[in-house]
């Protein structure tokens, strides 16, 4: 992951400051930097989204395909994710740079995303063991200004939010196969229900206290982070650990209580400012 190349007495004057509850931009330890959002910004998509947190910039377009069924799951779609880091993004990620930490992040939304409690994939099967729609999720990090999972987290469920599906018949032949027809009418369409689709929550141990939407200097100082996955309920549907030192485990479910209180916020504002966007492109701002 990309970081800031701090000095000794620079590191010291950070964590020193959020110990005394003050970072160097003004916020509080449970604030996020303002966040930037727009939705349906690719055209050749079922959905995407595009977002803004701080010099984080992240791309998301998703294209929903026909596809067969996974064997354990007949009666059922499913997504799969990718993500790519732009060269420009940081020095760090030119040529196979960010090979590893892309797949570190597709792989975490897959465990996440893989419960029908976060998406309703049987609304997405077509014919049992024969054709579902599988949702690809390509996430583009165009540039890194620290805490990508969370930002991550809210571009994908953005995009999702954004993506409508052809509404699909299935026909029966006289020779009893059966045939699918999809509507050409545009405003016909299936959207995918993003209510419990949760959103990540990155808690950072600096020091003796911890922060939420790290910069890249306080990540730079960071001793370790927890990625927790909140819906909007506040249930926790993941949890993993970043960083190589270990955590005390009443730090841990302090740092889990701060997660589950932000998340319950985040997610709140997300669906409001989604609303706002409905189905276009202009961009909101919120979390000032």
Known sequence: MAKADLSTGEKTFIIHGIQDGLRTDGRSCENYRNIELECGVVSNTSGSARLKLANTQILVGIKAEMGTPRPTRP?????????????NASPE????????????IANTLATVYDHQQVLDYKSLGIISRQCCWVIYVDIVVLECGGNLFDAIGVAVKAALYNTRLPHVTVQTDDDGQEELELSDDPHDVIAINTDNVPLFITVSKVGQRHVVDASLKEEACCLACLVVAVSTE???????????NSLAVDSIQDMI????????S????????LKKIGYGAKAVGFLN
């Open 75 to 87: 009666n059922e779609g499913y997504a799969e994710f990718f993500v790519d880091f732009s060269a």
């Open 266 to 273: 985040l997610n709140q504002s997300l669906s409001s400012v």
């Open 93 to 104: 990620f030119e040529g196979r740079g960010g090979e590893e930490l892309a797949v570190e």
């Open 234 to 244: 506040g249930h926790i549907c993941g949890m993993e650990k970043k960083g190589p």
């Open 257 to 264: 209580n701060t997660a589950k209180k932000v998340g319950i």
